[in-house]
């Protein structure tokens, strides 16, 4: 992996110090800061390819710093960092721009391999993928840049390549959803509780979309 800038931006300096160790192994030129207006400074000086960013901190929300990163630094990846439980709120920051998140308290595993997969999209050429996480890497790639449409054709090329997955179905349930096909979606949310019972995602979303309404979109579980 080449030497990448991430930015990390939390109020805990704990957090911070625990993610900078946990991504050194991977070689990246790591900067901190301690709040948001720190965070909208130095992204101003500099140009990052990921930021590692709180949601909640004392003045400029972890939310705000996101809209002025996707307006000022769109090529700019962002991570969110939320405490557990806060799932909802993550969702927001995917439709704002986010590319992906990661819960409180994280294993640094976790995280390392989080942040190598996310850099590693932007590297990613549709004619590269050949298997089922490549499809769905492509598949999150277009989400977070807003395009459907090709988010769903290769959701259906992942199913096809391995039909008993059920974050596939799942996530191409989500898309269906968003683009207002709600009784495709809840079909495709079956198929994916029926491949794992246990699936949580599918899960929440087959119960939420029994009493579908339009605002309840935001709730949508990737």
Known sequence: MKSDAVLIVDDEKNIRLTMAEALESLGLEIDTAADGEEAVSKLKAKRFALVLLDIVMPGIGGMDVLADIHKTNPDTRVIIVTAHGSIESAVEAL????????????????????????????RMKAQEAADFASFIELAKRCIWAGKFDAAIEYLRKAIAIEPNRPEGFNLLGAMLEIT?????AQKNYRVAVSLDPSYKPAI??????????EKNKKNISF
């Open 204 to 213: 929440e979303n087959l119960k939420r979309t029994a009493n579908w309404h």
């Open 95 to 122: 439709k704002m721009g986010a590319c992906d998140f990661i819960e409180k308290p994280f294993v640094p595993d976790k995280l390392r391999e989080l942040v190598r997969r996310v850099l590693d999209r932007d």
């Open 180 to 184: 207002g096909s709600v009784l495709e």
